[in-house]
């Protein structure tokens, strides 16, 4: 299990863009005026959902927590695309 660091950060990129964006929609949404809570859902996932008592007590948890989630997709991620990868090299070779 070897991990490609630069897929890895190119996936943390999107990953914390996304996150971002999310929390921007879920902000909107609170707000009244617009935009969606269902995509921040997915990226609070699973810090924020498992251990919801502990990352609400402060800011900084909170944000150590997205940071957590995002390093998690992002590992999830270059692991996805690793084991596609492998399976496209295993199926040219037949």
């Not at 909107?28 to 008592?53: K, N, S």
């Not at 957590?68 to 590992?75: E, H, M, Q, R, Y």
Request: one cysteine or more.
């Amino acid at each position: 299990m070897k991990i490609n660091f630069r897929i890895f950060f190119g996936c943390l990129v999107v990953v914390a863009f996304l996150t971002g964006v999310s929390y921007l929609a879920a902000f909107a949404y609170d707000e009244g005026t617009g935009g969606t809570a269902i995509p921040f859902m997915l990226f609070r996932f699973p810090t924020h959902t498992l251990f919801w008592d502990y990352f609400s007590q402060s800011g900084y948890r909170y944000t150590l927590g997205l940071w957590i989630n995002i390093f998690l997709n992002a590992l999830l991620l270059e692991r996805a695309f690793a084991a596609i990868r492998s399976l496209m090299r295993r199926k040219g070779n037949r």
